[in-house]
């Protein structure tokens, strides 16, 4: 007796499968769609998150809402409050509970942060770079770059510690600030800019309009430069066309410093305390960062997510990017 033999039906590209080729068609389906971290559902993530110690927690949780709904779930919380609390018999569950795990778990990486430096060792590398004070310093790809004070601009290495590159600055115009990357360094001096080429050329320029109203910081983001000035005014300079392109109105006090984010939105801080956040694209603020400190804003820094401010009488304040 002969067993009669299976059929099987090929499919086209444009016929669906037959039940003969349809386990095929899936596994082949599957093969093409990419595995992500997306693809882990919520209990695998939980179990990894399990591993990770307090800092990192904190970490993920700034990653996205989904990650953050995970750290927040009961499964979590209880692990990580029996693991704290046995860690710190002083703290309560009560005290636990009352806030959210991530500001729990910050609350602590902070205070490990202030133990370490107070009782921990840690090593500091000093030399001694200028004969005046240095009053500006900014860091980039493994190279530090000084100057302001002795009319000189020094370049150093982060491996030897030692002055790479030298750069004159012109003896009638004082340095007021700079910003490098690469291939040049770009500095304002007086009411001027100046651009120190890495093969040794130096060219100097106003705009083509005539000199600006009196700087006081600049940034530099390849091809333009950004000066805040006295006015409340930031100026975007074309550094090809040597024209200032753009005028931003930021404040109505003189702007004291400036930083770029990774998108170009410009932030500026101000004599009264303020920071203000502008995208060029548009000539439009964005937002108005304010502090309690009248006496003006002397330093910004801006991270992945966090904006810090350093102001003039000593105070530091920090902003979350994703809430202003």
């Known amino acids: 007796m002969t067993k009669p033999l299976s059929t099987f039906t090929a499919a086209t590209n444009n016929t669906p499968p037959t039940p003969a080729t349809a386990p095929t068609y899936q596994t082949n389906k599957r093969r093409q769609t990419p595995t992500t971290i997306l693809s882990l559902d919520a209990d695998i993530l939980c179990t990894i998150f399990a591993f990770l110690n307090m800092f990192d927690l904190v970490r993920c949780s700034l990653v996205c809402k989904f990650w953050n709904a995970i750290l927040e779930s009961r499964s979590l919380r209880e692990f990580y409050e029996k693991k704290l609390l046995k860690n710190s018999p002083t703290s309560s569950s009560f005290e636990f509970t009352k806030k959210s795990l991530r500001v729990t778990l910050g609350e602590v990486a902070m205070n490990q942060n202030r133990l370490a430096l107070q009782c921990g060792r840690f090593h500091v590398d000093q030399w001694r770079g200028h004969s ?193």
């Open 132 to 324: 005046t004070a240095v009053s500006q310093c900014r860091m980039k790809m493994g190279t530090v770059v000084t100057g302001v004070g002795d009319k000189v601009i020094r370049l150093w290495s982060l491996d030897s510690y030692k002055c790479v590159e030298e750069y004159l600055i012109p003896d009638v115009l004082p340095l007021v600030d700079f910003d490098f990357d690469e291939s040049k360094i770009v500095g304002l001096i007086g009411s001027r800019l100046c651009i120190w080429r890495r093969n040794g050329k130096r060219s100097v320029f106003p705009s083509l309009e005539g000199k600006f109203i009196k700087g006081s910081c600049m940034r530099y983001s390849d091809p333009e430069a950004m000066v805040g000035c006295d006015d409340g005014a930031v100026r975007v300079f074309d550094m090809y066309s040597r024209r200032c392109t753009q005028i931003i109105r930021m404040h109505d006090a003189p702007i004291t410093c400036l930083c770029l984010s990774e998108d170009q939105l410009i932030l500026s801080g101000s004599t009264s305390g303020s920071v203000t956040i502008s995208d060029p694209s548009s000539a439009q603020k964005v937002a108005t960062l304010r502090s309690s400190d009248v006496r003006g804003i002397r330093t910004l820094c801006l991270g992945s997510q966090l904006l810090f401010a350093g102001s003039a009488v000593g105070y530091t304040y920090c902003w979350d990017m994703r809430n202003s």
